[in-house]
């Protein structure tokens, strides 16, 4: 029997992201130049279309040609091409609680303020990763984030969004998913409003441009991919501040049982853009573990001290890499 091959969730986040971009007609992997180039037409495919190689993640897309016994390069396009997962659709979005590692449920009053670590839950489909984030002022006090129209820059078009939830109305989810080339943590994270004072200094990884946009346009925090340097105001609706980036964060509509403390993520807006490489935020690679297919999870309150047996969804912490401060 084979060992079971174990690999970093955000590397295969990663390589999914990068077979997404295979399969998809405007960015199609090209065999021919795989088979003359090799190696190095990987790598150059990977950085453009999945984000930046670290060394990490250069070794680990060798690790795949030479793990399954590659005799030469070209002969791992039959593999990769069968990897690919088969898509599924929801017919309409389902009603998840948002629990921790252990199945408990999140209490909203009790999750940190301005934290910057990275906490994700996977809604709708998996892989769909999202950031739960509870929003405060440079003091860490909770502050109420309002419904807002939120514009689409690619198009002029325009949605609702509907403001957070909770006890202060402060809590947001948004895609933890760049809206420009689809780059994940720890490229794209949270940078909290006390570096966003009169006359602040810019923190590290987050570019002057960037900053200088987001105290020009009002922004208390933001949200930052360092791939490319696409910039979001989570403070309004997860709305474009700087480029590339021409769409908006996707959010995913939050609902707060104010006699349980508990949250559950319900919904997403059709009229946003969907999840990057979605042609849908109701199609994706594949269920969430804990997806009820016979009832499709619909509305469900738990009772206080109540643990799901399905229709949940997990918090991952991803650890904290944002260092704080201008180096």
Not at 126 to 149: A, R, Y
Request: one cysteine or more.
């Amino acid at each position: 029997m084979k060992d079971k091959i174990i690999i970093k969730r955000s590397d295969f986040i990663f390589a999914k992201r990068l077979l997404w971009k295979m399969r998809n007609k405007n960015t199609q992997f090209d065999a021919k130049q795989f088979m003359s180039k090799g190696r190095d037409y990987l790598y150059e495919y990977a950085e453009k279309n999945a984000g930046p190689l670290d060394p990490s993640r250069r070794a680990f897309l060798k690790g795949i040609l030479i793990g399954i016994g590659v005799i030469t390069v070209a002969s791992a396009i039959p593999l990769v091409t069968s990897l690919n997962p088969q898509e599924v659709s929801i017919k309409k979005f389902p009603w998840m609680i948002i629990v921790d590692s252990n199945g408990n449920p999140i209490q909203a009053s009790t999750y940190p303020v301005n934290d910057p670590t990275i906490m994700l839950f996977q809604y709708p489909l998996l892989g769909d990763i999202t950031f739960l984030l509870n929003m405060g002022d440079e003091n860490n006090k909770p502050v109420s984030i309002p419904p807002t129209d939120v514009v689409i820059p690619q198009t002029g078009q325009k949605y609702h969004f509907p403001g957070g939830v909770g006890p202060y109305n402060s809590i947001v989810a948004y895609s933890a998913i760049c809206q420009h080339l689809g780059c994940t943590p720890p490229e794209i994270h949270f940078y909290p409003p006390q570096y966003f004072k009169p006359g602040g200094t810019p923190p590290n990884f987050l570019p002057p441009t960037a900053y200088s946009a987001a105290v020009a346009n009002n922004a208390k925090s933001v949200i930052h991919c360092d791939c490319h340097g696409s910039t979001y105001d989570p403070w309004h609706g997860a709305a474009v501040i700087t480029g590339p980036t021409v769409r908006p964060l996707p959010y995913v509509q939050l609902y707060w049982d104010s006699s349980t403390d508990y949250l559950y993520a319900v919904s997403m807006n059709l009229d946003a853009p969907p999840i990057m490489d979605h042609p849908s935020d109701l199609q994706g690679a594949a269920y969430l573990d804990s997806y009820d297919e016979s009832t499709g999870c619909p509305k469900l309150l738990l009772s206080k001290n109540q643990t799901p047996s399905n229709c949940y969804t997990e918090m991952q912490n991803d650890g904290d890499t944002f260092n704080g401060g201008s180096s």
